[in-house]
């Protein structure tokens, strides 16, 4: 399971609907020095396990041709969660969509 969490006043908190049942979540992301990851303890009852991750552990050297690879190959869908698709000059509205939720991935065509 992926643990999703949201940044309310610079604080992050779990969001329960994802941190359900048992087995490990977790957090992928690099947030700011500052920010605070806030959940309630109840959420690591029964067994859960709450992990943390620089990068999804990706060694970029190695793993970006591989997954560009697998990708070119049709061996991922990646398709499929890009929402939205914009030149770089409207790059603030790549933004906009996404503090809206209204995409889940944006791809800026940086030749457009």
């Not at 006043?9 to 690099?30: N, T």
């Not at 070119?72 to 990646?78: C, G, Q, R, V």
């Amino acid at each position: 399971m992926i643990l999703d969490y949201i940044l309310l006043h610079s604080r992050f908190y779990l969001k329960s609907p994802y941190f359900q049942g048992w087995g490990v979540a977790v957090l992928v992301s690099v947030p700011n020095r500052n920010d605070a990851f806030k959940t309630h303890p109840v959420n690591l009852l029964n067994e859960r396990t709450l992990k943390g991750t620089f990068f999804g552990n990706y060694k970029p050297r190695t793993d970006i041709p591989a997954v560009v690879e697998r990708y070119m190959n049709k061996e991922l869908e990646l398709d499929k969660f890009i929402t939205h698709s914009v030149p770089f000059s409207e790059i603030n509205k790549a933004f906009e969509l996404m503090l809206a939720r209204e995409g889940l991935r944006c791809v800026i065509r940086m030749g457009a």
